[in-house]
């Protein structure tokens, strides 16, 4: 009997040779590179085997990404680099809890932001709490020495203190003056008590009128409710309703003002002065500020509460001295061109 043997010859090839993705079937692209270096800086290598293909793909679509200057290169080493997104006139979305994590520590200037305030504003989930001290810290972590920021905030009761005191838990300087937005298109919330009351006892109340209540959410709705919804305006019907007519539930005024609280990132040096000389940081450029005069006559009329008769009032003589308050909607009439806002 005649046995015929067929032996195969095997070539090895190293694995690290082998693109297992041609550009035609790849199934990635460069979204999933920026998705794994928005979480951690990686290697050329790591790259390639968290999306699986070949190093020499990975390289390809990651040179091409930092001619595009989406990431960065920096090489540590004789034969190893390390890629990372380049942040500079970048939009990073996701949680800044994570997503700051890649941000280099003391290498950001400046935080401005309007984070959930933790009231639940017209139910949303994504308001029904402030920001964790967790993201917090991140926030004060990439901070430079002495850099500012500016946090917006609900100016309620239960929500202002308890900002304040996560900011400061960050590790957030906060022993500074708040800034005051003040604005006339606040949404009071709450209903008239009587119209609970009369839909309680099932009775029809009488309408007397109509209003008009322009939608916010359009561009011209300053133009009077052209595209608002019209309601109707009714009398109280029952004697309970007629006696707490224009009452409404515990205490919600029309807003009319919001707080930006003002914190600072620790300095690095022994002082303002020392700081401002080592990084530019730890000071405010307030005369870059200053509220023009209208005329000769407004300047003569500026009193010491504009820092008119400051020692040195050179500083001050081509406007006055910036508030602590910022206007809009013209909301003190004349006076509101010292903290103007829209100018």
């Known amino acids: 009997m005649l046995f015929y043997y067929i032996f195969t010859v095997c070539y090895v090839i190293t694995l690290i040779d082998v693109d297992f993705y041609m550009s035609a079937q790849r199934n990635f692209d460069t979204k999933d ?45 004789n034969t190893s680099n390390v890629w990372q997104l380049n942040f500079d006139n970048q939009i990073l979305i996701g949680d800044c809890a994570e997503t700051l994590k890649n941000i280099e520590t003391d290498s950001i200037d400046l935080i401005v932001t309007d984070p959930p305030y933790g009231i639940s504003f017209i139910g949303h989930d994504w308001d029904k709490s402030l920001p964790s001290v967790l993201s917090l810290k991140e926030c004060c972590r990439v901070l430079k020495p002495g850099a500012f920021g500016f946090f917006m905030c609900s100016p ?35 209903n008239n008590i009587s119209t609970i009351i009369d839909k309680m006892s099932g009775v029809e109340r009488e309408v007397i009128g109509k209003v008009i209540r322009p939608n916010l959410c359009l561009p011209d709705h300053k133009s009077g409710g052209k595209h608002g919804m019209v309601y109707d305006i009714t009398a109280p019907t029952t004697e309970e309703a007629k006696a707490l007519d224009g009452a409404y539930p515990a205490f919600n005024p029309k807003p009319a003002t919001e707080p930006i609280l003002v914190v600072m990132k620790p300095l690095s040096a022994k002082s303002y002065t020392a700081q401002a000389l080592e990084n530019g940081k ?18 003569e009329s500026a009193s010491w509460g504009t820092q008119k008769y400051i020692d040195d009032d050179s500083d001050v003589q081509d406007g006055r001295f910036p508030a602590n308050i910022l206007v809009s909607d013209d909301t003190l009439g004349d006076s509101s061109r010292f903290f103007d806002l829209d100018k």
């Open 33 to 77: 590179i920026l998705f794994l270096l928005s979480k951690e800086a990686l290697s050329t290598g790591d790259v390639a085997k968290q999306i699986r293909c070949s190093r020499i793909t990975a390289l390809k679509y990651l040179k091409e990404l930092k001619a595009e200057k989406r990431v960065k290169e920096t090489r540590i080493s």
């Open 156 to 190: 309620r009761q239960d929500v202002m203190p308890r900002m304040i005191l996560r900011l400061e838990d960050a590790g957030f300087k906060t022993g500074f003056t708040s800034i005051f937005w003040v604005y006339t298109h606040g949404m009071p919330r709450g």
């Open 282 to 299: 730890g000071i405010t450029w307030l005369s870059n500020c200053k509220i023009p005069y209208a005329d000769d006559n407004d300047k």
